[in-house]
């Protein structure tokens, strides 16, 4: 079974522009998140989309969005790039939107805005 | 808002002492509690997790954790360290009833010495 499948793995981009980043989820998994992990903050919850809809959102601006697809795959898009945009965003899909549900991650892309 | 504490940025041991990862969770019901390891330049892998049942939990790799209400903490062991254990490792929470959102403390790395 693949695991879950995260397009590109690097990437850079210039200050102002935009970016779209792509997950692939294991099939047969309906729930996919979004984290930024920065060494100054850390992990953290972008948001969380379950069966085409957004279930949750973490506490980032609006600049920051995402979508699901009906086949599970999702994407995420920054727009008007900050250089504190520069991070590693790891995707995890799960088979349902339960908090006790196991989420499996990507590797990750790693994005670099210079 | 739950929150995780990870004692300790960084731990160094032995090959084949003790290891102990400290996690406390700040919430006033008990939540679902992981464990996962970031190896560099990857995403995260779930060592194991308590969601509820029994509080001693066995995950992969040969470690362990064990839920403790009466000090909200859910610190990770593992008898004998190997070489392969050096890595970061995250402890995390969900809310019980809750959906796919992980809140994750701010990792320890841990160095395996010869």
């Known amino acids: 079974k693949a695991g879950v499948t995260q397009t590109p793995r690097y990437l850079i981009k210039t200050r102002g522009q935009q970016v779209t980043l792509s997950c692939s989820p294991i099939?047969?998994?309906?729930?996919v998140s979004w984290y930024q992990q920065t060494p100054g903050q850390g992990l953290q919850f972008l948001f969380e989309?379950?069966?085409?809809?957004?279930?949750n959102k973490g506490n980032f601006p609006g600049r920051f969005s995402g979508r699901q697809f009906s086949n599970s795959r999702s994407e995420m898009n920054v727009s008007t790039l900050e250089l504190g945009d520069s991070a590693l965003y790891l995707c995890?899909?799960?088979?349902?939107?339960?908090?006790?549900?196991?989420?499996?991650f990507g590797q990750g892309t790693r994005l670099t805005v210079v | 808002a739950q929150s995780v504490t990870q004692l300790g940025s960084h731990v160094s041991v032995s090959e084949g002492a003790l290891v102990l990862l400290r996690c406390n969770y700040s919430?006033?019901?008990?939540?679902?509690l992981f464990w996962y390891v970031q190896y560099p330049n990857q995403g995260l892998q779930l060592l194991l997790k308590?969601?509820?049942?029994?509080?001693l939990v066995k995950g992969i790799n040969g470690f362990e954790a064990e839920f403790k209400k009466s000090e909200t903490s859910f610190h990770l062991t593992k008898p004998s360290a190997h070489m392969s254990d050096a890595a970061e490792y995250f402890c995390?929470?969900?809310?019980?009833?809750?959906?796919?959102?992980?809140?994750f403390g701010t990792g320890t790395r841990l160095l395996v010495s010869p």
């Open positions: 995890a899909s799960s088979q349902n939107t339960g908090g006790n549900t196991e989420a499996f």
């Open positions: 099939s047969g998994h309906r729930s």
């Open positions: 989309y379950f069966s085409e809809t957004q279930r």
């Open positions: 919430s006033s019901v008990p939540p679902y």
């Open positions: 308590y969601t509820t049942g029994a509080t």
């Open positions: 995390a929470v969900t809310p019980q009833g809750g959906f796919q959102k992980l809140v």
